[in-house]
């Protein structure tokens, strides 16, 4: 089946550095990819949807310029946290529409410390 | 765009079959319904989705109810494994996001 790589699983920064997360479509070419963030005993947040080759659209309230993201090939999309602050600290999560049956898969997530 | 509900939680005996249900009461006529799960600290891994019709596969069924308003999924024989939040998801519009509603915490038990 399609499978979504993310890395790293975890890290910890420290305030006022920039973070990237990177996702990897390992066996499938993903045209469209979404980065979600994940508070604690929270569901899951929609922040962007990544698109090879162009800009990402942010849902609302969602600051571009402190998550950048980059989809510059159909198997890699990045997402930049930059000036990073405790309250960046989150599990960062990415998914990529899959072929087939699928429809959807997600990596495994980024966890996010910010000291 | 679709919303939906569900109960926060739920427990369920080992062994078992868990009947997890979902209101879509909006849903549109070309919207999926998509079922996921989390279990803690990992990513949502894809358990069915569906558009009308029954659907069954390795890890679970799903009824869909004729007018599309509710759907079930059944996890035939829970395990403890199977111990983790369940979200039922109606996709967004023509822009293809899923967005995520509280979900139900299952929790199996021996």
């Known amino acids: 089946g399609a499978v979504v790589s993310q890395h790293p699983s975890r890290v910890i920064c420290k305030s006022g550095t920039s973070v990237k997360i990177e996702c990897r479509s390992l066996d499938f070419q993903a045209t469209t990819m979404f980065w979600y963030r994940q508070f604690p005993k929270q569901s899951l947040m929609l922040m962007a949807t990544s698109n090879e080759g162009s800009k990402a659209t942010y849902e609302q309230g969602v600051e571009k310029d402190k998550f950048l993201i980059n989809h510059a090939s159909l198997t890699l999309s990045t997402l930049t946290v930059t000036s990073a602050h405790p309250e960046d600290s989150s599990f960062y999560i990415c998914?990529?529409?899959?072929?087939?049956?699928?429809?959807?898969?997600f990596g495994s997530g980024t966890r996010l410390t910010v000291v | 765009d679709a919303k939906t509900t569900q109960p926060p939680s739920m427990d369920c005996a080992e062994g078992r079959a868990a009947n997890l249900p979902c209101n879509h009461s909006?849903?549109?006529?070309?919207?999926?319904v998509y079922w996921y799960r989390q279990i803690h600290s990992q990513g949502p891994q894809y358990i069915i989705h569906g558009l009308k019709n029954n659907e069954t596969n390795e890890m679970a069924s799903l009824i869909i109810t004729e007018d599309r308003k509710s759907s079930t999924l059944i996890l035939p024989h829970a395990t403890l494994r199977d111990t983790a939040v369940y979200y039922c998801i109606v996709r967004v519009g023509t822009d293809y996001k899923l967005s995520f509603g509280a979900g139900t915490t299952v929790t199996v038990r021996a």
């Open positions: 909006t849903i549109s006529g070309n919207e999926y």
């Open positions: 998914s990529a529409r899959s072929p087939g049956a699928y429809g959807y898969t």
